[in-house]
Each structure stands twice: as structure tokens, then as C-alpha cells.
């Protein structure tokens, strides 16, 4: 589903794409994003296919309980988004959405959590001027 997702937002962004040079293009960036999308959606289909259908009826109900606890976790860091801002909002989700993946090396847990959004702040913030929440 996600593949078929991916192809028809890079066709649709395509037609963002204003007959200017490609470094220029409002095409460009989402067509860099679905192409990766894509990608990691067909390496996806091909891991499952790969991987054995023996799966216990356990383990499938913990992928649920990770699934619905991703979910609820990603409606709280929308509600509290606006009222802590950007930074402490994305290191308070990052950190434990990690943690529900089962990542339980603090270093980890505690350097992705802090260093990524300060990246994503910087690249933005600074060197794109693009202002976020």
C-alpha cells in the first residue's frame, strides 16, 4: 500500500515541477522523499517475503500493542507540540518512541533523542530559515 502511495505522490510531484532548474524546483525535495519512501517500502515487501510465515500468534499480538502505543504516542506529541515547542516536544517523543521499539541502551536512547532534533533544528532553523513550531 505504501509503495502504491509513494508512486502516485512522485507522479503528483511532477506536476509541482515548473520547467526551471532542478535545484530550483519545488519538485524536487518530495520527490526525493517518496523515491526513499519507495524504496524502503519495496526492500519492506521483500524482507516479508523473504521472512518465514511461522510467526507465533503472541508475537504478532506484541507488534499490535507496539502499533497502538506508537499511535497514542504520536497523538500526545501532536497535542503537546504547540505548547512546548518543537525541541523538547520531538526529544520527549523520540526518546520513547525508541523505548516501545525496545531500544534500551540509555546512550542510544539519549543521543538519538537529543541529537537528532538538534540537527533537524539546525538544518532548518539555520540553514533552510524555515521557521518550526
Known amino acids: 500500500m505504501l509503495s502504491l502511495v509513494s508512486i502516485f505522490f512522485i507522479k503528483e510531484s511532477f506536476v509541482l515541477h515548473n520547467n526551471q532548474s532542478w535545484a530550483l524546483s519545488p519538485a524536487l525535495f518530495p ?3 517518496t523515491v526513499l519512501v519507495l524504496l524502503f517500502s519495496i526492500s519492506l ?3 516479508g517475503i523473504k521472512a ?3 510467526k507465533k500468534e503472541a508475537d504478532n499480538m506484541d507488534n499490535w500493542k507496539q502499533f497502538l502505543l506508537i ?5 500526545i506529541y501532536l497535542i503537546i507540540l504547540p505548547k512546548i515547542h518543537f525541541l523538547p516536544s520531538t526529544i520527549i517523543y523520540l526518546f520513547f518512541f525508541l ?3 525496545g531500544e534500551r541502551k ?3 536512547l539519549a543521543s538519538m533523542s ?3 532534533p538538534l540537527l533537524i533544528q539546525y538544518l532548518f532553523g539555520n ?6 513550531p
Open 52 to 54: 518465514s510465515n511461522t
Open 71 to 75: 499511535i497514542l504516542l504520536s497523538f
Open 114 to 116: 537529543i541529537v537528532t
Open 31 to 33: 520527490i526525493i522523499i
Open 45 to 47: 515487501i521483500i524482507k
Open 127 to 132: 540553514l533552510l530559515d524555515v521557521f518550526l
Open 99 to 101: 523505548w516501545i521499539l
Open 106 to 108: 540509555w546512550w542510544l
